[in-house]
């Protein structure tokens, strides 16, 4: 089982930055690809970012390369997603997913993603 804890979202102006971290409880044994999804009103869960947390590329919707960064802290057991240059566009709830690392298909695919968080308010104004 696998509890995972968002935070660091808030309020900023368009060209700010955020650091989202999600705090996660034991993995158990092996690799999981953790993920940042976000949904605004109206519309659909998207995937953001995703990286293995036993290492490996990382994955980016086209929309946040060269923005973001999402990593991950093996000894804290915590994924971060690094903000940059955000826009409007960007203001969602943001949440952390999770999913054992064989179980496979495409990253952004939420509905293969086990575990979820219970998401974190970004807002960004212009």
């Known amino acids: 089982q696998v509890q995972l804890v968002e935070s660091g979202g808030g309020s900023v102006q368009a060209g700010g930055s955020l650091r989202l971290s999600c705090a996660a409880s034991?993995?158990?044994?092996?690799?999981?690809?953790m993920a940042w999804f976000r949904q605004a009103p109206g519309q659909e869960r998207e995937g953001v970012a995703a990286?293995?947390?036993?290492?490996?590329?990382?994955y980016y919707a086209d929309s946040v390369k060269g923005r973001f960064t999402i990593s991950h802290d093996n000894p804290k057991n915590t994924l971060y997603l690094q903000m940059n240059s955000l826009k409007p566009e960007d203001t969602a709830m943001y949440y952390c997913?999770?999913?054992?690392?064989?179980?496979?298909?495409?990253?952004?695919?939420?509905?293969?993603?086990?575990?979820w968080g219970q998401g974190t308010q970004v807002t960004v104004s212009s």
């Open positions: 997913a999770a999913r054992p690392a064989w179980y496979g298909g495409i990253w952004s695919a939420r509905n293969t993603y086990t575990y």
């Open positions: 034991v993995y158990g044994v092996g690799n999981y690809l």
């Open positions: 990286i293995y947390t036993g290492g490996g590329s990382a």
